[in-house]
Each structure stands twice: as C-alpha cells, then as structure tokens.
C-alpha cells in the first residue's frame, strides 16, 4: 500500500521561509514524477513544482525562483523549499506521486498540509 505524509505546514509571515516534506513509503516505481500541488480555497488545485527520477524539475511561474523541490532516495522523502513567500502563497499543500510502468500512470496522494502566509 502506497503511503504519503506531509509535514512542515505552519503559519509564517510575508517574506519567511518553510520546508515541507513528503514521506513515500510502499512506492517502488522507479520511473516516476514527484509532485507539489496547493489549493486555497475556492480555487483549483494547482501544481506548483515537479521533479522526474531522471532529475528534470518543473515550477509553475508564480514560485520560480523561490521555490525549490528536492527529492532524496535514501530517505524516501521529497521536499519543497519555499522562499520569500508572499500571502498569495497561502493554501493547501499536497504532494503526489506519479508511478509509470508498461506506458500506465498511477498516482498516490498525500492528505496535505496547511500553509498560512500572513502580511
């Protein structure tokens, strides 16, 4: 059974910095795309930043530069850097995970985690 954990959702002021983390377990893809995904509310989930098994990451424009997604193997954990947030910032965060084999997708999903960006 796939297993994702969040964590690292706090309340920060505008310009602060936090570090969530995604704990997999029971996932043993070895192609595959780690995501982070937020969703504030009355708004639709968007992704924020991915990272592929073969090293290639991805931002949606509104974090570049100030987000930064990592993943460490040994760990079995994913992480996302947030730098300089700003209020906007504020929502949901969920990570997913996206297994590939023989051509099929499957994703896992975290229960997410709270950000609060205050101004």
């Known amino acids: 059974q796939v297993q994702l954990v969040e964590s690292g959702g706090d309340l920060v002021h505008s310009g602060g910095s936090l570090r969530l983390s995604c704990v997999v377990s029971?996932?043993?893809?070895?192609?595959?795309?780690m995501n982070w995904y937020r969703q504030a509310p009355g708004e639709e989930r968007e992704l924020v930043a991915s990272?592929?098994?073969?090293?290639?990451?991805n931002y949606a424009d509104s974090v570049k530069g100030r987000f930064a997604i990592s993943i460490d193997n040994a760990k079995n954990t994913t992480y996302l850097q947030m730098n300089s947030l700003k209020p906007e910032d504020t929502a949901v965060y969920y990570c997913?995970?996206?297994?590939?084999?023989?051509?099929?997708?499957?994703?896992?999903w975290g229960q997410g985690t709270q950000v609060t960006v205050s101004s």
């Open positions: 990272g592929a098994s073969g090293g290639k990451t």
């Open positions: 997913s995970a996206l297994g590939i084999q023989w051509g099929v997708a499957y994703e896992y």
């Open positions: 029971g996932f043993t893809f070895t192609n595959y795309v």
